[in-house]
């Protein structure tokens, strides 16, 4: 029984953000508060799942939200070719997490079946709760599914030895977290179930949300499957950069030999 390692692969950030834009019922609503995007790497031995896939340049310039690199060019120092991946944990389908689907054609995608049914369904008629998704990138899993390449879940389920996906919902309705047994214990990849720490440690909800109650109770179920709480991996804040040790590349942290600093908020 083998542990897996994992690697947060930073592609982007949006600095011009403040905190409003990331809590409800913040205090301090117009004060600063950076926001980092990652994609995330499952390793055990020659066995690669690539956790969501960024987003493109063509998407970063459509949405006016510029991107640092290519996800394929961020993966390349790990050794990773986006023609080689097989297997891509689709956490939720909203742009920044689905946009470079495309760019992975051969992966088996994993996707909650609560997710497709929400972005091809009625709820979309509202553009408050269409805004995250684009199109294009909900027509490439319905190609995928149509070639066989789809897995669908229908909350807990097993991916590999060692790394199990759980529903949480609120965020996005079929939003899934991503367990992964390690060194350091069992760690979360909380993705957008916890945006940042303070989502979750403080019980601070982000504000794009559909589900407030489901959003909420995530926060209680990250803490039930980590060994600890210092093992949710939040989906974009910069902290994880200064409590993880970086590896191989700037852009590139090393997570699974556990913080290498105390967490404090």
């Known amino acids: ?20 834009d990331s809590f409800i019922f913040d205090d301090n609503h117009d004060a600063p508060h950076a926001m980092d995007y990652f994609m995330w790497v499952i390793q055990n031995g020659d066995q690669v799942i690539l956790v969501d896939t960024g987003y493109d340049s063509n998407e970063a310039s459509a949405r006016a939200r510029p991107i ?4 394929r060019a961020a993966l ?14 689709v956490t939720h389908l909203h742009y920044d997490h689905a946009g470079g689907l495309h760019l992975f054609p051969d992966a088996k995608l994993h996707l909650q079946t609560a997710e497709m049914a929400f972005a091809t369904g009625p709820c979309m008629c509202h553009e408050a709760l269409r805004h995250p998704f684009s199109a294009h990138h909900v027509c490439e899993v319905i190609q995928r599914l149509y070639s066989g390449q789809v897995i669908f879940h ?11 996906l759980h529903k949480i919902g609120g965020h996005s309705r079929g939003l899934q977290c991503v367990r992964v047994r390690t060194q350091s214990g069992w760690m979360v990849l909380a993705s957008d179930a916890a945006h940042f720490y303070e989502n979750a440690w403080r019980k601070q909800p982000f504000p794009i949300v559909v589900d407030l109650q489901d959003m909420l109770d995530g926060f209680d179920t990250l803490e ?4 600890r709480r210092e093992l949710i991996i939040p989906g974009h804040d910069p902290l994880v950069r200064q409590f993880f040790a970086q590896d191989i590349a700037p852009h590139i942290y090393r997570l699974d030999v556990g913080p290498q600093k105390e967490i404090i908020l």
């Open 68 to 71: 640092a690199m290519d996800p």
């Open 76 to 89: 390349a120092p790990l050794g990773i070719q986006a023609e080689a991946v097989d297997q891509v944990i």
């Open 1 to 20: 029984m083998r542990n897996w390692q994992i690697h947060a692969v930073k592609y982007a950030d949006r600095n011009a953000r403040v905190r409003g």
């Open 224 to 227: 039930r499957l980590a060994s």
């Open 154 to 164: 229908d909350g807990d389920a097993e991916v590999a030895d060692g790394v199990t």
